[in-house]
């Protein structure tokens, strides 16, 4: 395989996985799939990002998400 083929196929599965995430937060069925809606809130957050409160902020959501990946994880275990 050629090396553009597997960079390629890289990003794909980093834009996939992404984009799972917006499907995870529950994003698109609480927009009603409404890509607009889903685009103007992470310009919002970019923006928040780089503002002066970025840094704190970024911190806060980072905890909150860590907090809910390791609580998926820990019921996905306890259903296995």
Not at 36 to 48: D, E, F, R, S
């Amino acid at each position: 395989m050629r090396t553009w083929q597997v960079e390629r196929r890289q990003r794909t599965r980093h834009l996939i996985e992404l984009g799972g995430l917006v499907v995870k937060a529950g994003i698109v069925e609480l927009t009603n799939d409404d890509r607009a809606t889903i685009y103007g809130a992470m310009l919002w957050i970019a923006a928040k990002l780089q503002s002066h409160e970025g840094e704190h902020e970024r911190g806060l959501w980072a905890a909150k998400g860590k907090q809910a990946f390791v609580a998926e994880r820990d019921e996905n275990q306890r259903s296995q």
